[in-house]
């Protein structure tokens, strides 16, 4: 699986919007991108994945760049409880059985 | 919504001692992951399970762990004889097919 590369920290104010970037500059055409998030010490939580095309949920947008070597996860409007550590995984799905490599993340901070 | 549950929360043990971490997966999933992470440090996987066998394993998960899907519901990891550095929050997994992954809470695992 790709290797990513994500800033140790960022912090946004309560109510802006929040956008983590994602270096992925290895990244197989048959692989996607995954975020994550861990609030403290709970359970990862799934955010939202693509491969290609940007992508938006309830919880976020996931913007991919043309050559697919990037990628940013905007919160459009950061709350407090988005204060979590953020993940970043490349990986291929079904050629893995799904094992997901996490690296250290984005620390997000959002201040009132 | 329908989500994945792990017991105990807490789990206090001496060394030497064995240890089994319980998890329900979502109902309809099919693929099933134990991730662990020591305090302060990544999320790390450890083996993923699917139609009742191992089908990814890490280097940590040697022969003093083992998983087990006893009834069709429950999904556990056994640690045969426990140690120091197996203190960690234990995460149990789950997906319907290998896609995003759904994240239980944890068992914190305090060996002394």
């Known amino acids: 699986d790709a290797k990513t590369t994500q800033p140790t920290s960022m912090d946004c104010a309560e109510g802006r919007a929040a956008n983590l970037p994602c270096n992925h500059s290895?990244?197989?055409?048959?692989?996607?991108v995954y975020w994550y998030r861990q609030i403290h010490s709970q359970g990862p939580q799934y955010i939202i994945h693509?491969?290609?095309n940007n992508e938006t949920n309830e919880m976020a947008s996931l913007i991919i760049t043309e050559d697919r070597k990037s990628s940013t996860l905007i919160l459009p409007h950061a709350t407090l409880r988005d204060t979590a550590v953020y993940y970043c995984?490349?990986?291929?799905?079904?050629?893995?059985?799904?094992?997901?490599?996490f690296g250290q993340g984005t620390i997000l901070t959002v201040h009132p | 919504e329908p989500e994945v549950t792990q017991t105990p929360s807490h789990q206090v043990t001496q060394m030497g001692q064995e240890v089994i971490l319980r998890c329900v997966p979502i109902?309809?999933?099919?693929?099933f992951y134990w991730y662990r992470q020591i305090l302060g440090q990544k999320v790390e996987f450890l083996v993923s399970?699917?139609?009742?066998?191992?089908?990814?394993k890490s280097e940590i998960f040697d022969d003093q762990f083992s998983v087990e899907r006893p009834d069709g519901s429950n999904f556990t990891l056994k640690i045969r004889s426990t140690k120091l550095e197996d203190s960690a929050m234990y995460f149990c997994?789950?997906?319907?097919?290998?896609?995003?992954?759904?994240f239980g809470p944890g068992t914190r695992l305090t060996v002394t």
């Open positions: 109902s309809n999933h099919l693929y």
């Open positions: 693509g491969l290609k």
């Open positions: 399970f699917y139609n009742n066998e191992i089908s990814e």
């Open positions: 997994a789950s997906t319907p097919e290998v896609r995003e992954q759904y």
């Open positions: 290895t990244i197989s055409g048959n692989e996607y």
């Open positions: 995984i490349v990986y291929a799905g079904g050629t893995s059985y799904g094992k997901l490599t």
